[in-house]
């Protein structure tokens, strides 16, 4: 997959492009991942697809990793911008960069989130129950998680 230009942002999935601290200084602005000690960031990172947002001086501002059986399933974690660069438009930008990686993104996706909802319905997710959406390709359902049918 190919970086992409998006303004004076690169959005990147190369692995050399994401610094341990800088990854654990992002997750350390949430209220899901604030506690993670290096070692837990290390092996999730290892263990998954990444992708991130650079700024024009190479300075990692947004990322997030996928999980993926690479055949019928994939869930989005982790996704955080630095504060200073929220309300440009720079998630919703990297979550589509990521799902339009068809060698990870293949089937339903998953994801849970207590905020951002909106942002992933832009993208095709729906909700089911109190924070759980999903991404189904092969079916639509209204929020609330009815069947359209």
Same mark, same amino acid.
């Given at each position: 997959?190919?970086?992409q230009?998006f303004?004076e ?23 899901w991942a /604030? ?7 290390? $092996?999730?990172?290892?263990? !998954?697809s =990444? %992708? ?24 989005l974690?982790?996704v955080?911008?630095a ?19 068809? /060698? ?7 994801? $849970?989130?207590?905020?951002? !909802?909106? =942002? %992933? ?5 729906y ?23």
């Open positions: 997959m190919k970086d230009q303004g942002y690169t959005l990147t999935n190369k692995r050399r492009r994401f610094r341990l601290q800088q990854v654990t200084g992002l997750l350390q602005l949430t209220y /604030k506690d993670r000690d290096l070692p837990t960031v290390r $092996l999730s990172m290892r263990n !998954a =990444l %992708y991130g947002v650079l700024n024009a001086q190479g300075k990692l501002v947004g990322f997030m990793r996928i999980i993926t059986d690479h055949a019928t399933m994939y869930y974690a982790d955080v911008v504060e200073s660069e929220r309300g440009k438009g720079l998630g919703l930008a990297m979550v589509r960069f990521a799902l339009s990686d068809a /060698k990870v993104c293949r089937g339903k996706g998953l994801l $849970l989130t207590q905020t951002a !909802a909106g =942002l %992933y319905e832009k993208v095709g997710f909700k089911v129950g109190e924070r759980l959406m999903i991404r189904d390709p092969l079916t639509r359902y209204p929020t609330g998680g009815q069947s359209a049918r």
